[in-house]
């Protein structure tokens, strides 16, 4: 060996994407499992400052919103269900959360930046 110390073999920003694909992953086994999704979003929470000022921020950001919509949207479809209305807005919640996830796994592949990570589609 040279004597030089070694460098870490993955820099910061690959570690920042790296948890982007965990935050997605346990987004989408929360569809089979339910409550990964919390483990995700306090995740997302937890990293989105180590992120600021990089393309995996819009990321956070967009996962942040997509746990807090689902859960806002899916609560109102809950307390619909008696009238009927309910069940409409519980499918329209589990297609639009896919959707998003889709297109997080997308743009991560592409490592591009979430375009407006605050809107609603």
Do not use: C
């Not at 859960?71 to 959707?99: A, D, E, K, R, S």
């Amino acid at each position: 060996m040279s004597g030089q110390p070694m460098t870490p073999a993955t820099t910061e920003a690959e570690k920042l994407r790296t948890i982007v694909l965990v935050v997605n992953a346990l987004y989408a086994a929360s569809l089979l499992l339910g409550f990964t999704s919390l483990v995700g979003v306090v995740l997302a929470y937890m990293k989105r400052g180590d992120a600021a000022g990089t393309i995996w921020e819009s990321h956070l950001t967009y996962a942040i919103r997509t746990f807090w919509l689902a859960l806002l949207m899916g609560i109102v479809g809950v307390l619909l269900i008696v009238v009927v209305i309910g069940v409409p807005i519980l499918i329209f919640v589990g297609v639009w959360y896919v959707v998003r996830i889709v297109r997080a796994f997308l743009a991560w592949n592409d490592g591009k930046a979430i375009d407006d990570p605050k809107r609603f589609f």
